[in-house]
């Protein structure tokens, strides 16, 4: 092969480590309408425990398993978290903030995003908020 | 003397993988991966940054008036950032009465240059392959490519070298639940003067459910995702069309199991004479989260 072709095939698969750390700005740019959307699902306690199993399976491995933040990843459990609407949660989740190091979880099925909402509300608010 | 005894038959393969499956209920915790069950077609989703992908991908085919063959794929994927996904791939053959042999490499990235979900989500895909003329992998059907090359021995084939730089605009879309995929192809030999090659892929996929459940499970419907592909060949620059393409489509099914462990299988139906008649698709991937943080000092 030649040495052309070998950097040819290098520039084109370098992988180049950047991460941005998520400062909140994703929140400014949730449309008005989204805002105010209601989680079907929330303080059901099965729609917790199957937020659970798929926050555990997707997210922990970013956000740690008991959403405390690894790294410049921020933890869950936080007053931004508490105070952001579910709305705000489920346009976050689905769009992403690709260019902060935010994955788009567009193809996750909604009913199971808003069951990870469900179980991050879980981690913010008092267990007795919950309700079979 | 390169005739290998090879007796492949599908029983064979097809085995230690039921197998395989078999052994997942070992697992616990639910799984829902976003990532359809396509082996020709890609989706919009991009690897999680951080993550490495390890997939082994064959297949296993009896062409007619061909020796049958099998052709695995490893493909080493990794999520450089939350918009770009680099992957690499190593591939060979080995065909019954004939030989085996190691076929060639590709490195390709991924792009997605929107920032959130569309009702249309485009990703721009580049790839540069160094691949010999005995590669079965089918990752992609471009130009002409028909039957007869799988009836020439590897040891003539492979001293056919093609380097190529191929280029793929991916559109996808989710909608309630469903996945639908479109890739337009457009593949160039940069080491010998061949026209543009032309080719596509459509697929089609949802998961069984779509609601996660508290209980851990393995075979849960929400684990399992169902779909189509159609795919083949549209020509050249100079011949732009169906006539004298490869066509296949089939349906294809895969099972996400819990932490990472995904298994797929499709069989995919030539739809035509200039195609292989049945390709038996089956691959296992697992996806080691977070490589990157091993190298951190600070986790």
């Known amino acids: 092969m030649k040495g052309k072709d070998v950097l040819l095939a290098v520039l084109i698969a370098l992988p180049v480590m950047c991460f941005a750390a998520a400062d909140g700005s994703w929140l400014k740019k949730v449309p008005t309408a989204d805002r105010g959307r209601m989680n079907p699902y929330a303080g059901k306690t099965d729609a917790v425990a199957a937020g659970a199993n798929l926050f555990s399976e997707n997210c922990a491995k970013c956000h740690g398993e008991n959403a405390e933040g690894k790294g410049k990843r921020p933890p869950l459990k936080s007053d931004r978290i508490k105070n952001a609407t579910d709305g705000e949660l489920a346009w976050l989740l689905k769009n992403g903030n690709s260019f902060k190091g935010m994955p788009i979880w567009g193809g996750l099925p909604e009913q199971e995003r808003w069951q990870i909402i469900a179980y991050i509300r879980s981690l913010n608010a008092p267990a007795t908020a919950v309700q079979p | ?299």
Not at chain 2, 36 to 53: I, K, R
Not at chain 2, 148 to 164: D, F
């Open chain 2, 1 to 299: 003397m390169l005739h290998a005894r090879l007796r492949i038959r599908f029983g064979d393969l097809l085995v230690p993988f039921l197998l395989a499956i078999c052994l997942v209920p070992a697992w616990r915790a639910a799984s829902a991966q976003q990532e359809p069950p396509y082996f020709v077609t890609y989706s919009s989703v991009l690897e999680e940054p951080g993550n490495l992908e390890i997939e082994d991908q064959n297949i296993v085919a009896a062409p007619r008036n061909a020796n049958r063959f099998f052709a695995p794929t490893l493909e080493l994927e990794y999520g450089v950032t939350a918009w770009w996904t680099a992957e690499a791939y190593l591939q060979g053959q080995a065909t019954q009465h004939d030989s085996t042999v190691f076929t060639g490499f590709r490195f390709e990235s991924r792009f997605r240059p929107l920032p959130r979900e569309y009702w249309i989500n485009p990703v721009v895909y580049v790839e540069y392959e160094n691949v010999n003329g005995a590669d079965k992998s089918f990752l992609e059907v471009t130009g002409n490519s028909t039957i007869t090359t799988l009836q020439v021995s590897n040891a003539a084939l492979r001293k056919e070298l093609e380097r190529s730089i191929e280029g793929k605009l991916i559109l996808s879309s989710n909608v309630k639940g469903w996945n639908i995929s479109e890739n337009m192809i457009a593949e160039k030999a940069v080491n010998e003067s061949e026209p543009w090659e032309f080719g596509y892929a459509l697929a089609v996929a949802r998961p069984l459910a779509l609601k996660g459940q508290g209980r851990s499970c393995v075979f849960c419907r929400q684990n399992i995702s169902a779909g189509a592909e159609l795919f083949g060949g549209l020509g050249t620059r100079y011949s732009f069309g169906l006539k004298q393409t490869a066509q296949y489509a089939g349906p294809t099914v895969a099972l996400n199991a819990p932490h990472g462990l995904t298994f797929k299988f499709s069989p995919e139906f030539g739809l035509n004479d200039n195609g292989a008649g049945v390709l038996w698709r089956f691959g296992v991937s697992y996806e080691i989260q977070q490589v990157r943080d091993w190298f951190r000092r600070s986790k």
